[in-house]
């Protein structure tokens, strides 16, 4: 199939054409009312274990209450995974976005297909645009994989990606579960919900350095339409800001740990005890941020009640 004609931010940069236009945000929505790049507080969302949770002992109560505090309050906590695996991740998505374009454009999104290497979606004429590339793969279950969009370079991408998916079937498991317990539900009830045909979608992010942080944003407020999204933000640049009464707060970086989000099916599964977070990406002057974040969607099969 044809190629869509498109330019990357990355080849945006590198025509030296200036800043497009069509880049320039509008702030319209809640919380807008200043420059995008304006400082904003932390948000306190604890570290969790979610082993510990299973565990009857004091400490898993005290585990589980925490749990269910960072859920109502933000629909986001962090748990810790181990930190060479995630360091390898990290590596193979920095290499893979800073590869020549003619390589890059091997694993190029078609026309009429989510999946694949590309700029933000077009979707209407008038679009403000995101300053964002992005690699964005089905990785679950394994024959929706299309792997002609699989990066061959850098070498081990694929094999990660593989292994990766794996790693996070089973936080996905332990999460669902740790989530029924914290609302005395029966355990596997979320679980069920979800389905063996859950659908993973694993979307890589590349904000380059941008000109104009004030006007220019990397992914607009939303929510996640997902069950849960395991996050993995960048390491050692901010950018991630959680919306809460009206006022931004910035993810602050948790060295080790995934970021899971809730989205708006697991505000309904939860009969909105829980509640699906709007979030947003501002961009940063001087350094490039790469994120990868795991949507997690419930089989076409499945009903959400
Ligand atoms: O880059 C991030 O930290 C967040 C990414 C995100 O919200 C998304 O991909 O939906
Ligand atoms: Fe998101």
Not at 90 to 103: I, M, N, R, S, V
Request: net charge negative.
């Amino acid at each position: 199939m044809e190629k869509p004609m498109f330019k990357t931010v990355q080849e945006v940069i590198a025509a030296g054409e200036g800043l497009p236009e069509r880049y320039l945000h509008e702030p319209t929505g809640e919380g807008e009312s200043q420059p995008l790049n304006c400082s904003v507080p932390d948000m306190d969302i604890p570290a969790i274990d979610l082993s510990l949770l299973f565990s009857s002992s004091e400490e898993g109560r005290e585990e589980l209450s925490k749990l269910h505090s960072a859920l109502s309050t933000w629909g986001v906590m962090n748990h810790g995974i181990t930190e060479a695996f995630l360091d390898k991740i990290y590596k193979l998505t920095k290499q893979f976005f800073a590869l020549p374009t003619e390589d890059k454009q091997k694993c190029a999104r078609e026309t009429g297909n989510i999946q694949g290497y590309g700029n933000d979606m077009i979707l209407s004429d008038n679009q403000v645009l995101d300053w964002i590339d992005r690699l964005f793969l089905t990785t679950y279950p394994e024959d929706k994989r299309q792997l002609q969009f699989w990066p061959q370079v850098p070498v081990g991408f694929s094999e990660t990606l593989h292994e990766y998916t794996m790693k996070q079937r089973v936080v996905i498991e332990k999460f669902f579960k740790a989530m029924a317990r914290s609302l005395e539900l029966e355990e596997n009830c979320f679980l069920k919900m979800y389905g063996e045909n859950a659908i993973m979608n694993s979307r890589f992010n590349f904000f380059p350095p941008c000109p104009r942080p004030d006007k220019v944003i990397g992914i607009k407020p939303h929510a996640d339409g997902s069950a849960i999204t395991l996050l993995l933000p960048d390491k050692d640049v901010e950018g991630l800001q959680f919306l809460k009464d009206g006022k931004w707060y910035k993810a602050p970086i948790v060295p080790d740990t995934i970021l899971i989000n809730l989205g708006d099916q697991m505000e309904i599964m939860s009969n909105g005890i829980y509640k699906s977070p709007v979030h947003r990406v501002v961009t940063n002057r001087e350094k490039e941020r790469i994120s990868v974040a795991t949507f997690c969607v419930p089989g076409p099969d499945k009903e959400i009640l």
